[in-house]
């Protein structure tokens, strides 16, 4: 994300051409410890990617190009944070010069991390749609939310190419203000009319045809939305705080590390909670989210029928009579179920 809160070198420290090592810490190590947990964050979004292209080999282009485009995303930041770290903290540790100038692959992490955000929040805005939200009003103004947003977010990163030193980032300080509020805005909104909409599907769907099963996966889809909404939307606020309080440091580079790994687990974790297109995987399913896939699948009440239609037949082998005299007269002819190894198993 942009870098709203500059800090500044002292002044003996730029007179001298040496840096204090509590300097340096104070000022580049909130971003280091962001730069840490998104990297921890960066394995779930490997694992949950290779899950979902193992298990989803069938499923729509739209979510396969979404998933793609989240992971090389993803992977660009953590490569990107780290090197600027590495440049700070070693490269160029104790140049005042060199410490008070965004490098760039610290531009570059500003500029990818736009994208993130603006991925997730479409994603969620057409499962909205698709799960019978059809108030065009609300959901033209989300939308409108999301692109004043990415807009905002592009704004302030080209404005980092241009005024690359620290000191001049109160020229765009606003900016930085404007979208993490309607960031927050966009966030809430999505995951409170998600949650309406599924809590209505569900009490449909009970009254239907009351399937305990859809009760389940509908309540645990519920608690992730409002859990991702209400998470994203405090790290926002936070962020908010640390560029209106806080002068020295890359405070608001380490949350929104954290806060772009947030959003990208995010839907990656809501794709990979479906039955899978591979028979021996689990079953849980999502499908009453509007994420179902293009492969033919037996409907919910179908599965239903049969599974208590499967548990009323039971299977009786047929009788097999035989003697002495016809064990010794066709010792072939026994079946080889009857063995002693079987009945010893």
């Known amino acids: 994300m942009p870098a ?9 420290h730029a007179d001298t051409g040496k840096m204090d090592s509590t300097f340096v810490a104070s000022a580049f190590g909130p971003a280091l410890w962001g730069t840490f947990v998104a990297c921890i964050m960066y394995g779930y979004t490997c694992y949950f990617t290779a899950r979902y292209f ?5 499923d729509r282009k739209w979510f396969k ?57 479409v994603f969620y805005l057409t499962r909205l749609q698709k799960i ?25 990163s080209f404005l980092t190419f241009k005024f690359p030193r620290f000191d001049d980032n109160a020229r765009y300080k606003p900016l930085s203000l404007a979208y993490c509020s309607i960031s927050s805005i966009a966030d809430l909104t999505l995951a409170v009319l998600i949650t309406r909409n599924l809590l209505i599907t569900r009490k449909v769907m009970r009254a239907k045809a009351g399937y305990k099963r859809s009760d389940k996966t509908i309540d645990g889809v519920v ?11 405090v790290v926002c606020a936070i962020s908010l705080l640390a560029i209106i309080l806080i002068r020295d440091g890359l405070v608001d580079k380490a949350l929104h590390g954290i806060l772009g790994k947030l959003y990208v687990i995010s839907v990656l ?34 599965r239903g029928l049969l599974s208590r239609e499967s548990q009323s037949l039971t299977f009786s082998p047929p009788p097999v009579q035989w ?23």
Not at 277 to 297: I, M, P, Q, W, Y
Not at 324 to 345: A, C, G, H, Q
Request: with cysteine; hydrophobic share 40%; net charge negative.
């Open 223 to 233: 608690m992730y939305m409002l859990c991702t909404g209400i998470l994203t939307s």
């Open 65 to 121: 190009g979404t998933v793609a485009s989240l992971w090389v995303v993803d992977t660009l930041i953590t490569f990107f944070s780290m090197d600027y770290c590495f440049y700070y903290l070693a490269r160029r540790y104790g140049e005042p010069e060199a410490l008070s100038t965004a490098v760039w692959s610290l531009q570059a992490t500003i500029f990818f991390t736009c994208f993130p955000p603006a991925i997730s929040n």
């Open 323 to 345: 003697s002495l005299t016809d064990n010794e007269k066709y010792p072939r002819s026994i079946p080889s179920v009857y063995d002693n190894r079987s009945m010893t198993s």
């Open 4 to 12: 709203s809160s500059a800090f500044i070198i002292p002044r003996d």
């Open 132 to 156: 019978g939200y059809k108030n065009v009003y609300v959901l033209g103004g989300i939308s409108c939310l999301i692109l004043l947003r990415l807009a905002l977010e592009l704004t302030s």
């Open 269 to 302: 974790t809501v794709l990979n909670c479906r039955e899978s297109h591979v028979k021996e995987a689990s079953r849980f399913e999502a499908s009453a989210f509007g994420v179902g896939s293009d492969t033919s699948s037996i409907s919910e009440s179908t």
């Open 54 to 58: 193992r298990h989803y080999a069938n």
